[in-house]
């Protein structure tokens, strides 16, 4: 089957890769109808995810149809179509107990890798790195998914899969960071990062009921797209983030703030960005913090900071005597997918969004390693990208 | 005491490197060199050492090891004394043998010191590891209990089968032959725990404890495990260990990991990066991660 390969530092190739095939009785085999690039998937493009090695088939957002399941599914059957969490999850541990699906306690192969680095382990992910289960990605014809039967959710075919595929990463993300915010009426939530999971996190703050989303990100294009949510934008190129921030909620800040940035943001000063450019690329620090920074200091005394941007190792010059003396909350995690699908399902369903909107640009597989260029450097004004094998 | 016994050393390399520096030319004099141009740099040279011996065995945290140190210079004051006395006659060949003898003496501490530090720990080797499993005391102990299941999540293991309530036959893949023993149960309390032991006078001598408690709150089961490996079976286990790259405590905790996804999924969670499931080895050599291809 064709496959987008990583091969190396900003290199992707389509190659031919042997089809998968059962390793757990609880596997299915999905053939992929839709998968898209995500911007975490540029990290690994990078080379900021530790533990990518040449050969590893990408991709985390994918949705298909069922056509091997092993001995051991239950409820799925060949002929069903499904989205496919990103984070893969066994059902039964404490962890997924807990709805934290995204720290599976089985589901990683690898979790004496990820254990040196981070202490513990958490669960393993499609096409994300050895340290989390060496699983091949689903940029490709066909995907083995492990306990089938725990993750991809049922879908009927009266909805296209341009409206339901994002059910498997950024729509669930972006609504996680919202969520995490715990929202009450009149409050003002301040979102760093325009991209699509900036778009669904101003989206889903609106329907979990804030009164006022403030989008900040550099891409007038981006911001162009955030504003038809209703959010308003700032362009930190043009604004003093902190003052405008300031000055727009009467001198207290947001009563939340949201990284939908992580680990490779930017800075309009030269001079701050090179410092930690220069310390990310002879790898003294994993992350460029400056949005997690930003966020903090903005943030009204007590309020919170939820993360969803991906962080991959270690971050310097973290204001943490603010977050101390500020009585700031930080919450984060990769989203527990399986704990929306369902009720952002029935939302779509309810018509109370259509999570298309965030497309910009459909190609084929084959195009893979193009389209990312694209997305990467932001050309054509590439939002979001959807590849069809 | 040998701690104490490598400080004194430390001390007298001190004392010893302070007067070569201080007092050059009456170390010269008293080894019977003084009649060489250059003996007072060698001299204060082989002083500058001492206090470099000194430094480590007084300095560090485990002196034992840095008596080697000592030893390998003692080497070389031994070769220098040995060519001065050869090469001279009269008072001065006196006093450099005599010299030479101090040395001799000094080494053989030096030796002995630095061989009471670096002498590997007698006794069996042991192992411990625990991890907390979502399922009840009863069915975790139960399925422990019937020792034939135990391949299914140990994979150094072949096969375990139960000769009777007490006695088992274990295999187990070794990497030129495999090994086979026998061994039996010494305790058993149904859902505390279970002690066995091998049958004396089989080649490999492993004890084994495991241990089923509630978990906090009263969710799930905590398995605690020690494994004992006796004089015979420890190198051979060591050598085992080597031979798969993995430490005998990873084995077990990976053992553990495996244990907890038989118990709590089905079976060993396997992925294209680590076919076999969770294990060490594999993880420092791993697939790419794309499908496997080839045999089912």
Redesign the interface.
């Given at each position: 089957?064709k496959?987008n390969?990583w091969m190396g530092r900003n290199r992707l190739e389509i190659q031919d890769?042997?089809?998968?095939?059962?390793?757990?009785?609880?596997d299915a085999i999905v053939r992929v109808t839709s998968t898209a690039i995500c911007g975490s998937d540029l990290h690994l493009v990078d080379g900021y995810i530790p533990?990518v090695?040449?050969?590893?088939?990408l991709g985390h957002e994918f949705m298909g149809e069922v056509v091997e399941v092993g001995s051991?599914v239950r409820d799925l059957h060949v002929g069903d179509r499904v989205v496919v969490p990103f984070p893969i999850a066994?059902g039964?541990?404490?962890a997924c107990?807990e709805g934290l699906y995204s720290v599976c306690?089985?589901?990683?192969?690898?979790?004496?890798?990820a254990e040196k680095l981070m202490g513990h382990a958490p669960a393993?992910i499609f096409?994300y790195s050895?340290m989390l289960?060496?699983?091949?990605?689903g940029q490709a014809e066909?995907v083995?998914v492990?306990?089938a039967d725990v993750g991809p959710i049922k879908v009927e075919d009266d909805l296209p899969d341009e409206k339901v595929l994002f059910l498997s990463d950024i729509f669930p993300t972006g609504f996680m960071g919202a969520e995490m915010c715990d929202i009450k009426p009149g409050q003002t939530i301040a979102i760093w990062g325009a991209g699509p999971v900036g778009q669904f996190a101003a989206a889903s703050a609106f329907l979990l009921g804030a009164d006022r989303v403030i989008v900040i990100d550099r891409f007038p294009y981006r911001l162009r797209r955030v504003q038809r949510t209703g959010a308003e934008v700032l362009n930190y190129e043009e604004v003093n983030v902190l003052d405008a921030l300031r000055d727009m909620t009467g001198g207290r800040g947001p009563d939340a703030c949201i990284d939908a940035v992580g680990m490779e943001a930017h800075h309009p000063t030269p001079a701050i960005y090179a410092y930690d450019r220069t310390k990310q690329a002879a790898r003294l620090e994993t992350e460029r913090p400056y949005v997690l920074r930003e966020a903090i200091m903005a943030c009204r005394n007590g309020g919170v900071v939820s993360v969803i941007g991906v962080y991959g190792g270690f971050v310097d010059k973290f204001p943490m005597g603010t977050v101390m003396n500020r009585s700031l909350t930080i919450r984060t995690g990769q989203c527990h997918v399986q704990r929306y699908t369902e009720p952002l399902l029935q939302r779509i369903r309810g018509g109370e969004i259509d999570p298309s909107f965030v497309i910009s640009h459909r190609m084929p597989l084959s195009e893979a390693p193009h389209a990312f260029e694209l997305f990467k450097n932001k050309q054509d004004e590439c939002n979001k990208v959807v590849l069809t094998p | 005491m040998t701690d104490k016994f490598v400080r004194a050393l430390g001390w007298a390399s001190l004392a010893l490197g302070a007067v070569q520096l201080a007092a050059p030319r009456a170390v010269t004099r008293l080894c019977g060199v003084d009649d060489t141009p250059g003996a007072t740099t060698v001299a204060r040279l082989v002083g500058g050492r001492e206090l470099l011996h000194a430094a480590l065995l007084l300095g560090a945290r485990n002196p034992a090891r840095w008596a080697w140190t000592r030893v390998a210079g003692d080497t070389m004051d031994l070769g220098v004394l040995g060519k001065a006395a050869a090469n001279r006659t009269g008072a001065r060949r006196i006093r450099a043998l005599a010299a030479l003898g101090a040395v001799a003496g000094i080494t053989a501490l030096d030796v002995a010191c630095a061989r009471g530090g670096t002498a590997k720990a007698r006794g069996p080797l042991q192992v411990r590891a625990s991890i907390v499993i979502n399922k009840p005391r009863e069915e975790v102990y139960r399925f422990w209990r019937d020792l034939e299941n135990l391949p299914s999540f140990m994979v150094h293991l072949d096969s375990v089968r139960a000769i009777n309530q007490r006695r088992s036959r274990w295999k187990a893949k070794g990497p030129i032959v495999d090994l086979e023993w026998e061994a039996e149960i010494i305790e058993d309390r149904a859902g505390d725990l279970i002690a066995w032991r091998s049958v004396p006078g089989v080649g490999v001598s492993t004890d084994g404890l495991v241990g089923f408690t509630d978990g906090p709150g009263g969710r799930g089961t905590v398995v605690d495990v020690s494994l004992e490996y006796g004089a015979p079976g420890r190198k051979l286990a060591a050598a085992v260990a080597r031979m798969f790259g993995e430490h005998p405590e990873q084995q077990v905790r990976d053992d553990l990991r495996r244990l907890k996804q038989v118990m709590e999924t089905g079976e060993v969670v396997r992925s294209e990066g680590s076919p076999e499931g969770h294990r060490a080895l594999r993880q420092l050599r791993q697939r790419p991660a794309q499908p496997i291809g080839g045999r089912a």
């Open positions: 089957m496959a390969v890769v042997p089809d998968p095939q059962i390793l757990n009785a609880r533990t090695k040449k050969g590893d088939v051991g066994c039964a541990c404490f107990e306690e089985n589901s990683n192969p690898n979790a004496g890798i393993g096409g050895h289960g060496g699983f091949p990605g066909y083995r492990p306990f | -």
